[in-house]
T-cell receptor, first 115, second 114 residues
Framework: GAVVSQHPSWVICKSGTSVKIECRSL??????MFWYRQFPKQSLMLMAT?????????EQGVEKDKFLINHASLTLSTLTVTSAHPEDSSFYIC???????????FGDGTRLSIL | AQSVTQLGSHVSVSEGALVLLRCNYS??????LFWYVQYPNQGLQLLLK??????LVKGINGFEAEFKKSETSFHLTKPSAHMSDAAEYFC????????????FGKGTRLHILP
C-alpha cells in the first residue's frame, strides 16, 4: 500500500489563486521531504527540500516566495503555489526518504492546471 | 555534483525484441542508482535499484540492470518487450544516504512496435 499520500491529485483554478498541496507520510515519520516539478514531456526537477522544524532548502532558480513550503510536523509537508499563473501549470510530486537502504517513497503527484 | 545522462530520448523496439535503455552517471562518491517508470498521467514506479552487493540487479516486470563502475553505467534491459512496456523511463542517482535527494535523468520514452 501507499506510504506517501499526496493531495489533491488534480487541481484546476484561475490565474492569481494560491494552491496548497499536501504530502503526508503514512505510518512513519519524515524529518525530510522533497518536492519535485515535472513539466509535460520533461524530467522531474527537484524544487526544494523540506525540513521539519526549519526552513526549506530551495534549488537554484526556484522562487521561495512563490513556492512556500511548510513542514510543521513529522508527517506533513505542504507546498503552496502563491498567486499561480499558467506557467506554473505542472505535475508536482513529493517524496520521503525510505527506511534503511530503501529508496525514497513518492507520492502519486498533483496535476496543477492554471487557467 | 551528481548527474545522470540517458542516451536517447526516444527508443523504439519491436514487440518481443530486446529492450536496452542506456544510462551513465557521474558521481564523486559511490552512488545509489535507480530506474523508475512512469506511465502517462501517473506517478513514478520503482523498477529496480542498486545500493550494494551484486552488480546485476533484477527488478519488476522482467527488467534488470547492471552496475558497471569502470564504465560508470547502469543500463536497463529486458529480454523481450511487451506492448505494456511502453512508457517513460527515468534513470536516477543519489548519494549513499537515504535522506539525500534523488537526481533524475531526462528520461527515455520507450515505444513498442507491433
Amino acid at each position: 500500500g501507499a506510504v506517501v499520500s499526496q493531495h489533491p491529485s488534480w487541481v484546476i483554478c484561475k490565474s492569481g489563486t494560491s494552491v496548497k498541496i499536501e504530502c503526508r507520510s503514512l505510518d512513519f515519520q519524515a524529518t525530510t521531504m522533497f518536492w519535485y516539478r515535472q513539466f509535460p514531456k520533461q524530467s522531474l526537477m527537484l524544487m526544494a527540500t523540506s525540513n521539519e522544524g526549519s526552513k526549506a532548502t530551495y534549488e537554484q532558480g526556484v522562487e521561495k516566495d512563490k513556492f512556500l513550503i511548510n513542514h510543521a510536523s513529522l508527517t506533513l509537508s505542504t507546498l503552496t503555489v502563491t498567486s499561480a499563473h499558467p506557467e506554473d501549470s505542472s505535475f508536482y510530486i513529493c517524496s520521503c526518504p525510505g527506511q534503511g537502504d530503501q529508496p525514497q517513497h513518492f507520492g502519486d503527484g498533483t496535476r496543477l492546471s492554471i487557467l | 555534483a551528481q548527474s545522470v545522462t540517458q542516451l536517447g530520448s526516444h527508443v523504439s523496439v519491436s514487440e518481443g525484441a530486446l529492450v536496452l535503455l542506456r544510462c551513465n552517471y557521474s558521481s564523486s562518491v559511490p552512488p545509489y542508482l535507480f530506474w523508475y517508470v512512469q506511465y502517462p498521467n501517473q506517478g513514478l514506479q520503482l523498477l529496480l535499484k542498486y545500493t550494494t552487493g551484486a552488480t546485476l540487479v533484477k527488478g519488476i516486470n522482467g527488467f534488470e540492470a547492471e552496475f558497471k563502475k569502470s564504465e560508470t553505467s547502469f543500463h536497463l534491459t529486458k529480454p523481450s518487450a511487451h506492448m505494456s512496456d511502453a512508457a517513460e523511463y527515468f534513470c536516477a542517482v543519489s548519494k549513499r544516504n537515504r535522506d539525500d535527494k534523488i537526481i533524475f535523468g531526462k528520461g527515455t520514452r520507450l515505444h513498442i512496435l507491433p
